[in-house]
C-alpha cells in the first residue's frame, strides 16, 4: 500500500494524502486584491486531487508585500476577492473539495522588489517603491536602499497586524494557516544573524533570535481555533559558512514551534544571504526534513526538486518527511497526482467530469466506479 496516499490528521483536519500544493507566488494581484488569474490558476489546481492546497505567499500588510502584484490579506478588498475564490473552488465539485492553507508572511527588507519576469530587483522610490523594514538597517543586496530597523512598538504593531489576517483567514472558511519563516523574508530575517544584528532582547543569541517569531507564533495560535492547524515554514539552513542560522539552530526552533502548538514544519531552506552556495539536485533539502523529523512529533514536510512518484513515495517510506510538497512539479503537470496514484497502485477522489479520462490499465486511480455510456 503507498504510504503517499495514506491520510494523515492535523488537528481537526484530516487531509487524504501526503501530497501538497506548495505556496507558489503568482504576481497577479492588484492591491493585494485577487483577480481573474487566480481563479483560473486555483481552479485547476483545487482539482488536482492534492491533500492540501496552500495559496501563495500572502501579505498582512501593503508594506508587507514582496511585489507590487503580490496578493495580500489586509482590507476588506483583499478579503472579499479571497471569498469569491474559494467560493468559486468549493463550487466545483463539492465531493473533491480540497482544504486551503493560506500562507501568511511579510517581506520585511525584500519587499518592494520588481516581479520575476521585471528583472526582480528592489523597486526605487520614483518607480512606485515604498519604504522596507526589517530587524536591522541592513540591506538584502549591495546599493539597495536600507530597510527601517523595527521599534518594539512597531513590533507590537506588526503582532496585531498578523494576528488580523488570521482572524480575517478564520472568517473565510480557510482550514489552515502557514507561517511564512523563510526564503530571506521578515521572521527569517529575526532569525539569522545575516540580516539580525540587534543589540537588544531580538538579536544576538539564538534565544533572543528566536524570540520574535516565536511570540508571534503564539499570537497568530491564540487567535486561530483550536481544531484548525497552523504550521510554519522554515529555511532550515542559510547555506553560508559565515552563519550560524543552520539545521542545528533551526532543528531547536522546530523543537520550540512544537512546544508552542505548532502542528507541522515546512523545511525548505536559503534567501537570506547573497552569498549562499546552495547545492541543487533532486530532494536537495530533503535531507534537513529528515534531520528535524528526528527531533520532533509533530510532521514535517519536505519541499524542493521532488517530481517523480517514486521519488515522493520513498521519501514517506523512508520516514524522511509526513509530506511532501509540490511547486513547479503541479505547474507542469496539475495533473501529477492522478499519475502518481497510477504509478503507485493507489486510488484518489477526483471530479466525476474527469473519470472517464482514466485509460483501462489504470481505471483504478478513480476507484472501482463504473460509468455507463450512451
Not at 487531509?15 to 497577479?28: A, D, E, G, L
Not at 533539502?285 to 527531533?295: D, L, N, R, V, Y
Not at 509533530?298 to 521519488?311: E, F, K, W, Y
Not at 505547474?331 to 471530479?351: C, F, I
Amino acid at each position: 500500500m503507498s504510504a503517499l496516499f495514506q491520510p494523515l490528521p492535523l488537528r481537526g483536519l484530516q487531509i487524504n494524502n501526503r501530497v501538497v500544493v506548495s505556496p507558489m507566488c503568482q504576481y497577479s494581484a492588484l492591491d493585494g486584491t485577487a483577480q481573474s488569474w487566480h481563479s483560473v490558476h486555483y481552479g485547476q489546481l483545487a482539482l488536482a486531487s492534492a491533500g492540501l492546497l496552500m495559496l501563495e505567499a500572502t501579505a498582512v500588510e501593503a508594506a508587507g508585500r514582496i511585489t507590487p502584484s503580490c496578493l495580500g490579506l489586509y482590507n476588506d478588498e483583499n478579503e472579499a476577492a479571497i471569498a469569491r475564490l474559494l467560493k468559486g473552488i468549493r463550487e466545483l465539485n463539492p465531493s473533491t473539495i480540497v482544504p486551503v492553507c493560506i500562507q501568511l508572511g511579510h517581506a520585511g527588507r525584500k519587499a518592494s522588489s520588481f516581479e520575476p519576469w521585471n528583472g526582480g530587483q528592489q523597486v526605487p522610490m520614483n518607480a512606485g517603491g515604498w519604504d522596507t523594514v526589517a530587524p536591522s538597517s541592513i540591506p538584502h543586496l549591495d546599493g539597495e536602499t536600507h530597510p527601517v530597523e523595527l521599534t518594539m512598538d512597531d513590533l507590537n504593531a506588526l503582532t496585531q497586524t498578523f494576528v488580523k489576517a488570521v482572524e480575517r483567514s478564520d472568517r473565510l472558511g480557510i482550514e489552515a494557516i502557514e507561517l511564512h519563516a523563510a526564503h530571506g523574508y521578515l521572521l527569517h530575517q529575526f532569525l539569522s544573524p545575516v540580516s539580525n544584528q540587534r543589540n537588544d532582547e531580538f538579536g544576538g543569541s539564538l534565544e533572543n533570535r528566536m524570540r520574535y517569531p516565536l511570540a508571534l507564533f503564539a499570537a497568530m495560535r491564540a487567535a486561530w481555533p483550536n481544531d484548525k492547524p497552523m504550521g510554519v515554514r522554515i529555511s532550515a539552513s542559510d547555506w553560508d559558512s559565515n552563519s550560524s542560522w543552520d539545521i542545528t539552530e533551526s532543528t531547536e526552533f522546530a523543537k520550540r514551534l512544537e512546544t508552542a502548538g505548532c502542528d507541522w514544519i515546512d523545511v525548505s531552506s536559503g534567501g537570506v544571504s547573497k552569498d549562499q552556495k546552495i547545492e541543487l539536485k533532486p530532494g536537495y533539502q530533503t535531507h534537513f526534513a529528515e534531520a528535524i523529523k528526528k527531533s520532533v512529533s509533530m510532521p514535517v514536510m519536505a519541499v524542493g526538486l521532488i517530481t517523480d512518484a517514486t521519488q515522493a513515495e520513498a521519501i514517506i517510506q523512508n520516514n524522511q518527511a509526513d509530506m511532501v510538497a509540490l511547486a513547479r512539479a503541479f505547474l507542469y503537470n496539475p495533473r501529477w497526482v492522478w499519475h502518481a496514484a497510477a504509478e503507485l497502485g493507489a486510488t484518489v477522489v477526483a471530479p466525476q467530469q474527469y473519470w472517464r479520462c482514466s485509460p483501462p490499465e489504470v481505471g483504478r486511480v478513480f476507484g472501482d466506479t463504473k460509468i455507463g455510456m450512451r
